[in-house]
């Protein structure tokens, strides 16, 4: 895979940026020590590089009453069946993330519900009917710490 090159005053923005999405890009300039204008055209930069992937806001799911979230390890009865699984899931819309794993899972989800017979709801309607050979759920209680990476290679 190829890496982008950054420099310092890319390192800068990017850790403002992840610091706080919204910080003013006047903020920013005054930082590094260059115009608001130039702080712009590094984030479009970063954003054509891939470096910089969108804008959103994010829902926290206990306040709208999705109490539960879960991580679901997943083995399918058929690995040809790959592709029509990563479909099913992603019209799941519980399902908000899923990864392709090493043994013993094919995926591994991240399922938020509004309460544990809800998510077993999920699990018997709507993640059983994929094929699966056999799954594993461990509960999060609550999540402590969740943070950008922000950690750049040296350069030697």
């Known amino acids: 895979m190829e890496y982008n090159q950054l420099d310092e005053m890319d390192e800068i923005i990017l850790r403002m940026l992840s610091e706080n999405a919204r910080v003013p890009f006047l903020e920013v300039a005054r930082a590094c020590g260059v115009s608001g204008t130039a702080i712009h055209q590094r984030v479009s930069r970063l954003s054509a590089m891939g470096v910089l992937q969108g804008t959103e806001y994010k829902i926290d799911p206990a306040k709208i009453g999705y109490e539960t979230c879960a991580y679901v390890g997943m083995s399918l009865k058929d690995g040809t069946s790959f592709d029509k699984a990563v479909a099913a899931l992603g019209e799941i819309p519980e399902v908000v993330e899923c990864h392709c794993t090493n043994e013993p899972f094919d995926f591994f989800i991240k399922v ?18 994929i094929g699966l050979s056999y799954s594993k759920i461990i509960l999060s209680f609550r999540q402590i710490i969740k943070k950008q990476l922000v950690v750049f290679p040296r350069k030697d």
């Open 112 to 129: 938020h519900a509004r309460n544990n017979d809800h998510l077993l709801s999920v699990i018997h309607e709507k993640l059983n009917p």
